[in-house]
């Protein structure tokens, strides 16, 4: 059975940091790309970190270079987000994904994160 189960989220001040792991089981962790994604109440969900299988390259958007950071660990099948110097539109609901084709692509439950003083 696949499973991806994050952890890590809560309650943060503006300029904190959170990590936030991905636990997947259930399928070849070091075949699929990993990604977090985030989600805010009446917003979109956009991509927030991409890693590829071997970890040796990483993507992010504008909004969050250079503060956020993804890794992985292929020994041990979790995904991490590093999130420093956390701003209050940082707030929403961060889900992990691993995605190796359409039909394989499998979502966590999702980690809140919020940031407010």
């Known amino acids: 059975q696949v499973q991806l189960v994050e952890s890590g989220g809560g309650l943060v001040q503006p300029g904190g940091s959170l990590t936030l792991s991905c636990a997947a089981s259930g399928f070849t962790f070091s075949e699929f790309a990993m990604n977090w994604y985030r989600q805010a109440p009446g917003k979109w969900r956009e991509t927030v970190a991409t890693?590829?299988?071997?970890?040796?390259?990483?993507n992010y958007p504008g909004s969050v270079m250079g503060r956020f950071t993804i890794s992985r660990d292929n020994t041990k099948n979790v995904a991490y987000l590093q999130m420093n110097n956390l701003k209050p539109e940082d707030t929403a609901m961060y889900y992990c994904?691993?995605?190796?084709?359409?039909?394989?692509?499998?979502w966590g439950q999702g980690t809140q994160v919020t940031v407010s003083s």
């Open positions: 994904n691993a995605w190796r084709s359409a039909e394989d692509d499998y």
């Open positions: 890693i590829t299988t071997s970890g040796y390259a990483t």
